[in-house]
């Protein structure tokens, strides 16, 4: 086999990148997952160029950490009127 076997515990990160798309993009919006996607992807590839890829994580992370303090809804959520 050309790929390495597969496990059940091999999908732990697919869901994590997965989650950090989802919140990127708020909750609800497809063409906000979309985007979160690609300002992800964009994110993790230039730093894994510039420092290890384990730092590439990090960095994807500090993402999704400063897009819930600048707008807690996501990039394309919309706010709850209350």
Known sequence: MVF???SPFMGNDY?????IVIVLGGLGHPVGALVGALLFGITEQVSVVFF???????????????????RPSGL??????R
């Open 15 to 19: 869901t994590l990148i997965g989650f």
């Open 76 to 81: 394309f959520g919309r706010q709850a009127l």
């Open 52 to 70: 290890s890829p384990s730092i590439a994580t990090i960095c994807g992370f500090a993402l999704m950490v400063a897009t819930i303090f600048i």
């Open 4 to 6: 390495p076997s597969f």
